[in-house]
């Protein structure tokens, strides 16, 4: 099922603080052939970006001379495999770190693993290992979300002060994703100082309706970062989150900083 793609906040608003506004364009262009599920025609590109179609055809066919698109031969565009030269070598040694924690999480919870890290405004996945189940929640590597309504967004959150946390949240806004989702700033704002209180996240169902997950945040990150394992909230249940919370703390502590407080 095709669905038309949003650009992300970033890609939205960039021209309005100072940015050369054709780069912003064009990065609204792959974010959102990356958030389609199949390639695009122009038109719907064009509509999706709230580009003309002129502009939106020759930003593309730059793109496409650049190997970071490519047309098929319905016309229709897809991304380019330049994109993937450059996404292993933005991988951070972070992420090369983590992956076998990340699998030490999936073999105790059985359920996906996480590494998320925060890029501006947005929560980043940049490593998973996914549950061995043929139920599983999956977040593909390289997915921007908004924090407010993810366990490892609300964690990295949670290691902000109050007032950047108020930036980020005026620039993405607070939209609602499910009945639970959180979009109040007062509600955010508590939600966090509980995080903080308790040393973990909690996603109830905030982004996807049936879907638990729970996250710790690296300490010392920067950027910030954060563990998660994430699964249906039938086998994700109170009596199986302290356990993983556990694991994800000892996970997050070996992955901290030299310098970070263990």
Do not use: W
């Not at 970006?49 to 970071?68: D, E, I, S, W």
């Not at 989702?181 to 996807?208: F, P, S």
């Amino acid at each position: 099922m095709r669905v038309s793609p949003q650009p992300s906040p970033e890609a939205a608003t960039a021209a309005s603080d100072g940015t050369v506004q054709s780069v912003a364009r064009a990065f609204a262009l792959l974010e959102a052939l990356a958030a389609a599920d199949s390639e695009l025609p122009l038109a719907e590109l064009a509509a999706a970006t709230g580009l003309a179609h002129p502009t939106a055809h020759r930003l593309l066919k730059t793109l496409q001379t650049l190997g970071y698109a490519r047309q098929a031969e319905s016309r229709d565009y897809g991304l380019g495999p330049g994109l993937i030269a450059l996404g292993n070598r933005a991988a951070p040694q972070l992420a090369a770190r983590a992956q076998p924690l990340l699998n030490d999480l999936e073999e105790l919870s059985q359920e996906t693993s996480n590494l998320v890290m925060l890029d501006g405004a947005m929560a980043v996945y940049v490593a998973q290992q996914p549950s061995r189940h043929q139920m599983r929640m999956f977040t593909e590597v390289g997915r921007r979300v908004l924090p407010h309504s993810a366990g490892a967004g609300k964690a990295m959150l949670a290691t902000l002060s109050e007032a950047r946390v108020r930036e980020i949240v005026e620039f993405t806004g607070l939209p609602r994703f499910t009945a639970t989702t959180l979009t109040g700033v007062a509600e955010l704002i508590a939600e966090l100082r509980e995080t903080r209180r308790r040393g973990y996240a909690l996603d109830e169902g905030e982004r996807e309706v049936g879907v638990r997950c729970v996250a710790v945040a690296i300490p010392g990150s920067a950027p910030p970062a954060a563990l998660s394992v994430s699964g249906p909230a039938a086998r994700m249940t109170d009596e199986l989150i302290p356990r993983i919370v556990e694991a994800l703390r000892g996970a997050a502590s070996r992955l901290a900083p030299a310098q970070a407080p263990r």
